[in-house]
DNA sequence: GACGTTTTTTCGGACGGCCTAAAACAAGCA
DNA sequence: TGCTTGTTTTAGGCCGTCCGAAAAAACGTC
C-alpha cells in the first residue's frame, strides 16, 4: 500500500469521523490534488475492496478501508505525542510531520513507541488514540452548539495548521471547563469564560472545530442546540 | 527528492566510504533493481548536478550529492541511535527501520531527535555520526587485516542484517580491546581474545566487516598487513 | 420544469521509476 | 589477437499517480 492511497483512507475516514460531507471535492481540495484523480483512486481502492463508491453517489469506506485507516490514524497520533512530548513541538506542528511519518512506521515500530510514551490514551489534540483507549469514539458536540450559560469540557481540537494557530493564541487548555458567557449576534464570536474566570472571545468558525464534553445545558435540552 | 533518489545517493556513498567497488552492478544489487535502472537514474542525477558519470567509467557523488548522502546517513544513524535506545531494537534491527525513517525526517526533526538523545557521536554500529563528531572519517582497518599478537579496539561493524545476526551470536562488544590469537589457514577463521580472556572465533569473511582502532601491531607494519 | 452552475466522470496524455531484450563495450584469457 | 564472458547502455514498454479539457450528471433557482 503506498503512502498515496493510504492518504485518501485516512481522509475519507477523518471526514467521516468529523462529520462533513465525504464529497470528491472535499477529498481533492485537502489532499491537494484534482478531481479526476480523486475519482480515479477510489475507482482503484474500491476495486481492492478498500472504499465503496458508487458513481456520483456514495463514497465510504469498508470494514477493511476503516481498519486500515484506524491503523494510520493510531500512528499518526502516537507520533504526535511523541513529537510533542519527547521533542518539544508546538501543538501547532506535530501534524505535519507525523504525516509523513506514520507511512514509515509498521506495527511493530508503532507498538514500540507506543510502549516508550507509556500507551498515552489522546495524542495533543485531545483525539484518542485507537486500541489505547477503552472509547472507540469523540465527543461529536462542538463549542459552538452551545448556548449562553451552558458549561463543558474543552476535549478535542481539530488538527488544522492554521486553526492550531489560532488556537494557541487563545491560551485555552485541553481539559479546561468551559462557560458560555454570551453569543453575539450575526455569526459573532462566542464569549467564554474559563475555570481561573478569564474570558476568552472565540469565533463562531473556530467554535466549530473544538469539541466539548461533559455538556452542562442550563436551559435547553441538547436536541434544542442549533437553536 | 524523491526517497528513491535519496538511496542511490547514499549507496553510493557508502561503496565509496567502504572503500569497495563503485560500478553500475554493485548499485544495482544492492537496491534491488536492474542495471538499466541504474544507467537511468545516474543520468538523471548527474543532470542535476549531484553524480558525476561518465559512461562505462567512472560514477562518483559531486559535493552537492556528497552533502546530500551525507545529510541521509546522518539522519540514518540519529534513527538508529533512537531505535536502539530508546525503543530497545535489537543492533540487527535497527537498519531497516532507520532505512525508511531517514526519508520521512526533514532537518528540523533530526535536529529535535539529536538533542533529545544527547547528540550522540556514534551509532549503534559505531559508526560516526556526521555533524556532530569532530573527526569526520572512521577506521578503515579491518579485523580481517591483523596477524596474531596484534591487538585493537573494535570501533565499528558494517550495517547488514545478515552479518549482524552472526555478530551478535559473538558476543562481542564495540569498543572491547581484541588480541588476535591465531589464523587458520585455508581462508579459516581468526581466533581473537577478549578483554575478559574469552577467545572467539570469526570467519574470515565477517573479519572484513569489522573495523578496528588503536592497532598494535606485534611484528609488521601497517604496510605488511595484507601478508 | 428548464437553465445555469457546480460537481463528478471520462478521455487522452505526462512523468517517474521500474522492467526485459538486445546491442555496445570492457576485461580476461587462449 | 581474437574469443568468451561479464558489464553497461540503449530501446521500447509497463504501471502508478498526476494533470487539463471536455462530457455527463446533479443541484439550485426561478
Known sequence: M??????Y????????????????KNIADILNVSAPS???M??????????????YNEISLTDA???RARELVRKHRIWEVFLADKLHYAMADVHQAADILEHATDDRLADRLNEFLGRPKRCP???IIPGNSDIEDDSDITLGTLAPEDSATLQRVIDNHD??????????????????????????????QTSDRATVA?????????????VHYHTKTPDQKTE
Chains 1, 2 share one sequence.
Open 2 to 7: 503506498s503512502p498515496n492511497k493510504e492518504n
Open 9 to 24: 483512507l485516512k481522509t475519507i475516514f477523518e471526514l467521516e469521523h468529523d462529520h462533513q460531507k465525504i464529497s470528491n
Open 38 to 40: 480523486v475519482t480515479e
Open 42 to 55: 477510489l475507482t482503484a481502492l474500491t476495486k481492492e475492496g478498500l472504499v465503496f463508491h458508487t458513481p
Open 65 to 67: 478501508g476503516l481498519a
Open 125 to 127: 489534540h485531545g483525539g
Open 163 to 192: 486553526f492550531l494557530k489560532y488556537f494557541e493564541d487563545l491560551q485555552l487548555r485541553l481539559g479546561e471547563r468551559l462557560t458560555v458567557v454570551k453569543k453575539e449576534p450575526f455569526s459573532g464570536p462566542f464569549i467564554v
Open 202 to 214: 472565540i469565533s463562531e468558525n473556530a467554535a466549530g472545530y473544538m469539541f466539548v464534553t461533559d
